[in-house]
């Protein structure tokens, strides 16, 4: 309804309002005015719009003003119930839901009224209330980080679990092949299908019903990434999740997924054995471990993260940052400070300058990993980073320790060495003194759009997807 039709809704009631006032009839007043008593009905329901002279004509006959009848209050509180009722209604909100309209009748009483406009208060509330997901979601992402962090970033139910199924389908050492993958859903029950039209807002779909799974198509670039979203689509079955209830819920499923994924590509038994192998000879490396399992270097990065403070005793940070700074994946426990926003948030914020994962982009040779020491007001830490680049840009994915670990890793000999005072403004953030008098109210720049990590998420079965898109894709596919 329009705004107009709005104000004729209140117009209606005022004039009705003023009608029964004189003890009229709508036959009566209609009668007075010169229109059927039906045309004033649709008037006072806010249907038909009244002329002007008919508005005289109503004020002059129930002995009121013009301006009385079209002022926008409503003229008593159960006109002001109706009018917000129908008001309600006729939102996008209640629209949505298919539900029909209640029809007010006279008999129907204020308290029945009150009722229903309490319902759909409170169906506003909690819409804005979803609208405020970027703020749930980076709370329940902290949560997340902070409750792994305390059990070391290790999973072990998860890790026994990838080992069973791995035995299973005969996996025994090196790098996992996609036929070992199609094996491993084979055994659930599960056939792998690769199609051009998955929704977008997914990135796998399984049909439980016809036992497929649905994944992109295997000839994209990179296509190792495949065996992971294989492996993650099958761990919602073997973890049991359902629908998530909320963002958190959402989250740790997902935290879920990759780890059950990475413990496949990357088994707890065998790259334990590498990674001591590794420390025992002094020649620690992210690179080493990743070409050994055949996988990313972000993903063998963070899987050190699982495995070493466990096994081999080690703490350590991990770093994904883009090419502004910006932290889009992290995890910590050497105690290497990071910017945190008042939530406590690390994602999405900027890490210091002088720290390898930035200087990192200003190395000519990039095939290598840049290694580098920085002392910090928390200690000095080595790092190791890798620079690649995704089609959101360019991005850094680092490793590293407190200064004493270092001599496990081979780069420790780097003469590479920075200062950062981080968090004070005065280390990178704030513009030198000259530099601020020789630009200051002399320079424009124009502001990127800031893509926030977490933008709201379509609301449905599953948070993040848009069911439809899912529902029609499946009915598209379960006939084939
Ligand atoms: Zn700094």
Not at 383 to 394: H, N
């Amino acid at each position: 309804m329009s705004t107009s039709g709005l104000e004729l809704s209140t117009l209606g009631h005022r004039i009705r309002h003023h009608r029964l006032a004189r003890g009229l009839t709508l036959d009566e007043l209609g009668a007075t005015v010169g229109v059927a008593g039906s045309q004033l009905s649709l008037i006072e329901n806010g249907k038909r719009e009244p002329k002007l002279s008919l508005l005289q004509a109503i004020a002059l006959a129930t002995d009121t003003e013009v301006t009385d009848l079209i002022s926008g209050e409503p003229p008593n509180r159960r006109a002001a119930l109706e009018i917000e009722l129908e008001r309600a209604q006729a939102g996008s909100v209640f629209r949505q839901l298919g539900i029909a309209p209640v029809r007010v009748s006279k008999g129907m009483s204020d308290e029945t009224i009150e009722s229903i406009l309490g319902l759909h208060r409170e169906l506003l509330r909690r819409e804005r209330e979803a609208i405020a997901t970027p703020e749930e979601a980076r709370r329940a992402n902290t949560e997340l980080r902070i409750r792994m962090r305390e059990r070391g970033n290790y999973l072990p139910e998860i890790e026994r679990l990838a080992e069973k199924q791995l035995k299973a389908a005969g996996h025994t050492s090196g790098a996992l092949s996609h036929r070992t993958v199609s094996i491993m859903a084979e055994q659930l029950g599960f056939e792998l299908l690769y199609v051009n039209d998955l929704p977008h807002s997914t990135r796998s779909v399984t049909d439980l019903e016809n036992g497929r799974i649905y994944l992109p198509p295997a000839s994209i670039p990179g296509g190792h990434g495949l065996r992971s979203m294989a492996l993650q689509a099958m761990a919602h079955r073997l973890l049991g999740h359902t629908p998530p209830t909320d963002y958190a819920d959402f989250l740790q499923q997902r935290l879920e997924i990759n780890y059950y994924a990475a413990c496949c590509l990357m088994p707890e038994t065998a790259a334990v054995s590498f990674l001591q192998q590794a420390k025992k000879d002094r020649n620690l490396a992210v690179e080493d471990f990743r070409d050994a399992f055949g996988v990313t270097h972000e993903g063998a990065g963070m899987r050190m993260t699982n495995l070493m403070t466990e096994h081999l005793g080690m703490q350590l940070h991990f770093l994904r940052v883009d090419a502004t700074g910006a932290i889009t994946r992290v995890y910590e426990n050497d105690g290497i400070p990071l910017p945190m926003d008042v939530t406590g948030s690390i994602e999405g914020q900027r890490v210091c300058r002088h720290f390898s994962a930035r200087q990192a982009f200003t190395q000519q040779n990039r095939t290598t990993e840049h290694h580098q020491y920085v002392d910090t007001p928390g200690g000095t830490y080595w790092s190791s980073t890798q620079t690649g680049s995704s089609g959101e840009g360019e991005f850094s994915v680092t490793v590293g320790v407190a200064f004493d670990d270092s001599r496990w890793w081979r780069g420790r000999e780097t003469s590479e060495r920075a200062v950062s005072h981080c968090p004070d403004e005065s280390c990178c953030r704030r513009p030198p003194a000259d530099a601020t008098d020789r630009w200051k109210g002399r320079a424009w720049p124009s502001a990127r759009v800031h893509t926030h990590m977490f933008s709201p998420l379509p609301r449905g079965a599953f948070p993040g997807v848009d069911d439809n898109e899912v529902y029609t894709f499946l009915d598209r596919h379960a006939g084939e």
